[in-house]
C-alpha cells in the first residue's frame, strides 16, 4: 500500500500539461459552448466528440442509448474506471455577455423554437473528459487498467443514464469498480474541488395533478364544484407533508411550481392543473411523499363534495431522477489523492443539495458500483470575493447569468480527476 502510495504521489507531482493541451481545451470548451444543443438531440456534439475521442486513440462506440458515446481504453491488468460527462444544454437564453456565448436558436420536442445555453455547465464537463482522455493515453505507460469514458446524453430530461444502461453500457463493456463524475459547482471557486460521502443528490420526481370540478357562472358558485378552490385547499395541505408527516431529520421537499385554470373573472372553470417537484435523499421517504399526496388529493375531492369519477388525476411522471449515494470509501480514497495533487486547502468538503443527477443511476444498477459525483470549482476568483463582500447572491447552476471560470476550472478538473482515476486504476478498496 505505502509503495503504491509514493508511486501515486510522484505521478502526481509531475501531472503538468503542455501549453498547447490547454489552450487545446479552452478553444474546444468555448465551441461546445457557444454550440449548445437540447436534450435528445446531442447530434453535433456527440459526433464531434466521437471522432475527438477516436483520434486520440479511443476505441469508440457511438449512439449507446441515443446518442451517448463509450469510449474504451485497455491497458493492461487493473481496475476499470469509468468517468462521465453529460452532454445537454438547457432551453434557457444565455445573457452572460460572453465572446463566446450562445446565440443558438432550435426546434425544441415539440416543435417550438427556443435558444439554447449551456447553462449547467455540461460544457465543462465534456471538456474535462475530453481533458483526461487526452493526458491519460499519452501517459498510458505509468498505469494499468480499463478507462471507460462516457458521454451521457439527455441527462437534463433524466433519460440518459437509464438508455445507456438499458442499451448495454454494464454487459458489453468491461463492468467498472468505479464510477465518476464531476459536476460544476456555481458556489465553488475555480481551483478547488468539492468532496461528500453518503447522500448528495436528491432523487427527483416530477408530478401532474388534474383537478377535475364542475364549472359554471362566477355568481352561482353553489351550482358548481370550484376546482380552483379544491386547488387552492390541496396546495395548503400539501406544505403539511414535509412539515407534519416527515421526519423532521429526514430531508424533503414538495414544492408547486405551476397552478394553471381558469380563462375569465366569472367564469369557475371546469379544471385546475399543478405541477409538482418532489425531492427526497431515501426510498423510503420518496414513497411516503408520494402516497400522502394521493391521500390529501382525494380527501380534498371528498370534502369538496365530489364523486369517484371526479376525483383529481395525478400522474407521476416517468423521467423520475434517482439520489445521488457517494460510496464512503470511494470518496475517501479519491479526496485523499485529490489532495496530493491539488493541496489540502483546495479539496473541500461540501454539503449535500436536493438537485437532481441522472448519474445516481449508475450507481443502482446490481451488483451496485461504487460510485461518487465530486463538485468541480467554476467561480472566479474576483467574481466570489466580491460577492462575499458586497453580500450578492452568485448566479446559480441554470441561470442564464451562469459563466464559469472555465480555464482554471478545467485544468483543475482534468489535473485532479486524471490523477484519482490513476490511483483507481491499482486500488483495492
Ligand atoms: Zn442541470
Ligand atoms: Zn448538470
Known amino acids: 500500500m505505502k509503495k503504491i502510495f509514493i508511486l501515486i504521489f510522484t505521478f502526481s507531482i509531475n501531472l503538468s500539461y503542455s501549453k498547447e493541451i490547454q489552450v487545446n481545451l479552452l478553444e474546444l470548451y468555448k465551441e461546445l459552448h457557444a454550440n449548445p444543443e437540447l436534450s435528445y438531440q446531442e447530434y453535433e456534439t456527440s459526433k464531434k466528440l466521437a471522432s475527438l475521442l477516436e483520434s486520440i486513440g479511443y476505441q469508440v462506440t457511438r449512439n449507446v442509448g441515443g446518442n451517448g458515446v463509450v469510449a474504451l481504453l485497455e491497458n493492461g491488468d487493473g481496475n476499470t474506471v469509468m468517468f462521465r460527462a453529460d452532454m445537454d444544454g438547457l432551453p434557457v437564453e444565455e445573457k452572460t455577455g460572453a465572446s463566446y456565448a450562445s446565440k443558438n436558436r432550435v426546434k425544441n420536442l415539440e416543435g417550438e423554437e427556443v435558444f439554447t445555453m449551456h447553462a449547467c455547465g455540461h460544457d465543462v464537463h465534456m471538456t474535462v473528459l475530453i481533458g483526461v482522455a487526452e493526458y491519460l493515453y499519452k501517459n498510458k505507460d505509468t498505469w494499468q487498467g480499463k478507462l471507460l469514458l462516457v458521454l451521457e446524453p439527455a441527462e437534463e430530461v433524466s433519460g440518459g443514464a437509464r438508455n445507456m444502461i438499458k442499451d448495454g453500457l454494464f454487459t458489453k463493456f468491461p463492468r467498472p469498480d468505479f464510477n465518476l463524475a ?40 353553489h351550482t358548481t364544484k370550484d376546482p380552483i378552490v379544491i386547488a387552492a385547499n390541496i396546495v395548503t395541505q400539501l406544505q403539511t407533508i414535509v412539515s407534519r408527516q416527515i421526519a423532521p431529520t429526514d430531508p424533503a421537499v414538495v414544492t408547486v411550481g405551476s397552478i394553471h385554470g381558469g380563462t375569465k373573472h366569472n367564469v369557475i372553470p371546469n379544471e385546475v392543473k399543478l405541477q409538482l417537484t418532489l425531492r427526497s435523499y431515501t426510498d423510503e421517504v420518496r414513497n411516503q411523499t408520494l402516497s400522502s399526496i394521493e391521500r390529501i388529493v382525494r380527501g380534498s375531492a371528498i370534502s369538496a363534495g ?49 438537485g437532481g443527477e441522472d448519474f445516481g443511476m449508475f450507481g443502482r444498477v446490481e451488483p451496485i458500483i461504487p460510485t461518487a459525483l465530486f463538485w468541480l470549482g467554476a467561480v472566479n476568483n474576483e467574481v466570489y470575493e466580491k460577492a462575499k463582500r458586497d453580500d450578492l447572491t452568485l448566479p446559480s447552476l441554470h441561470s442564464d447569468l451562469f459563466l464559469p471560470d472555465a480555464d482554471p476550472a478545467i485544468n483543475t478538473g482534468v489535473e485532479a480527476m486524471s490523477n484519482a482515476i490513476v490511483d483507481l486504476f491499482a486500488n483495492k478498496i
Do not use: C
Open 306 to 354: 365530489l364523486t369517484e369519477e371526479y376525483f383529481p388525476v395525478i400522474e407521476i411522471k416517468d423521467e423520475y431522477t434517482p439520489a445521488v449515494f457517494n460510496n464512503p470509501s470511494l470518496v475517501e480514497e479519491v479526496q485523499r489523492s485529490f489532495v496530493n495533487t491539488l493541496g489540502d486547502d483546495k479539496v473541500i468538503q461540501v454539503s449535500p443539495v436536493m
Open 182 to 221: 464531476f459536476h460544476v459547482s456555481a458556489s465553488l471557486q475555480a481551483g478547488k474541488v468539492g468532496y461528500l460521502p453518503g447522500w448528495a443528490m436528491a432523487n427527483v420526481d416530477s408530478v401532474d395533478i388534474t383537478v377535475k370540478g364542475l364549472g359554471g357562472h362566477g355568481a352561482y358558485p
